[in-house]
């Protein structure tokens, strides 16, 4: 019998560093911290972030036709589950994705997702409003799809592969939603047919990554430009995986977990550098696992849930990731700096340099890490401290979110 084992990659969130961004190894030099369990174990549920919360729905619980409707909401700050109101459909292996605050949630199956049997592949799109916990119908998806992947990219969520019948019939074809006029469209295919693909978004491309046919998992690369609508292939994984968590987070894309083709679950954890295209190793996570969910909240990634395979068990863990330090240039002998020149790259080409704390900077990334999940204000104001001139108590340079081309963080020590 054919297995499938897969993840749902949702609510992806991205940082753009350029110039300066490129691995240093106080990146990696962090651990995984266990959380608070989710109430119930589960495997192939759509996870996404809103508002700094974690939002987890459906998936498969305590056995393969165990096929759930819940929707369990995390506070990170309190590390603390609270049920909300179910999915309008029972499914797995759906896949979601926010924009403006709001969950987008498509497709998945009804029944056995490991061996696709039993159920139906659904076409449905949801939209949840997490400040009044409330669901909408939208327009289907074209095709119907489940183990598919998606990435918000400014209105757009990109739905890229999946399965798309019980014969785990696997499809390159990417679909387009858009999220202010409720419609869809078709975009460039990508160069082969894979499910559970691990997507994030980076200085405008996004980056497929790994993914499976049922049988076989793969090492592939791949980068999509929505503004070319082209694919270009990259630098392979170091592991071939599908169901992997991937997540772009202080300017790096993080590749973590997944499934093997002989079924079995990696706890290793891969971290690729878009600039000088290559990956190494970061620390493994506590527990090996696939089919699960992953988003960045408030500088910490997450990742919750998910399935240990040989033999395949839902499990309920939660894991939390910080990474302390800035990514800065391989020629710097150590990373160790307490404050950086903050360079800003505006649409304009106009430049602004900013001489700030370690903590400014990280905060401004943070800022910048939410906005793009369009989460929080338009704006940012920066304290322009020593570069206050005039008779002022304080001067605050706000930027503008659209208006950033780039940015650049230059980390130093003071004496």
Request: proline letters at 4%; glycine letters at 8%; one cysteine or more.
């Given at each position: ?5 897969l ?32 109430p ?68 998945g ?5 490991y061996?696709?049997?039993?159920g ?24 119907t ?24 019939t ?23 047919a ?10 405008d ?64 954890v ?20 696939s ?85 929080g ?5 920066i304290?322009?401290?020593?570069n ?28």
């Amino acid at each position: 019998m054919k297995k499938i084992f897969l993840s749902i990659i949702s609510c992806l969130v991205v940082v753009f560093s350029l110039g300066t961004n490129v691995f240093a190894e106080s990146e990696v030099d962090n651990h995984w911290i266990m959380k608070n369990d989710l109430p119930s174990p589960l495997a192939g549920s759509a996870v996404a972030e809103a508002n700094g919360k974690i939002y987890v729905f459906g998936g498969i619980s305590g056995s393969l036709t165990d096929i759930k409707r819940t929707v369990y909401e995390y506070d990170p700050i309190n590390d603390s589950w609270i049920q909300k109101n179910d999915m309008p459909v029972t499914a797995a292996a759906s896949t979601a994705s926010t924009v403006d605050g709001k969950i987008y949630v498509f497709g998945g199956y009804t029944g056995n997702i490991y061996t696709m049997t039993g159920g139906s592949v659904l076409n449905s799109a949801y939209i949840y409003d997490p400040q009044t916990d409330t669901w909408e119908k939208k327009q289907n998806m074209p095709v119907t799809k489940a183990w598919a992947s998606a990435v918000s990219y400014e209105d757009d969520i990109y739905i890229v592969g999946g399965i798309i019948d019980s014969k785990a019939t696997t499809v390159a074809s990417v679909e387009v939603y858009n999220t202010k006029t409720d419609s869809w469209a078709t975009r460039a295919s990508m160069p082969s047919a894979l499910h559970a693909v691990g997507l994030a978004v980076y200085n405008d491309k996004i980056y497929a990554v790994g993914g499976g046919n049922g049988i076989t998992s793969y090492k592939n690369v791949r980068e999509y430009d929505p503004k070319s609508n082209l694919w270009a292939d990259k630098a392979n994984l170091i592991n071939a995986k599908d169901g992997s968590g991937t997540v772009s987070f202080n300017g790096v894309i993080y590749s973590i977990g997944g499934g093997t083709t002989s079924g079995d679950s990696l706890g290793s954890v891969e971290v690729y550098n878009p600039i000088t295209d290559t990956w190494k190793e970061a620390p493994n996570l506590n527990v090996a696992r696939s089919a699960f969910g992953t988003v960045v909240v408030n500088g910490k990634i997450y990742v919750v849930g998910g399935a240990i395979f040989n033999p395949f068990k839902p499990t309920k863990t939660v894991e939390e990731f910080t990474s302390t330090s800035v990514p800065t240039n391989p020629t710097d002998p150590e990373p160790s700096g307490d404050r950086a020149i903050l360079t800003i790259i505006m649409t304009t080409g106009l430049e602004k340099e900013f001489d700030l704390s370690m903590e400014e900077v990280k905060a401004f990334i943070n800022w910048y890490d939410a906005k793009e999940n369009g989460i929080g204000p338009a704006q940012y104001g920066i304290d322009k401290h020593n570069n206050n001139k005039g008779p002022f108590s304080k001067r605050v340079d706000y930027v503008i979110f659209k208006n950033i081309l780039s940015f650049e963080v230059d980390e130093y020590t003071t004496e």
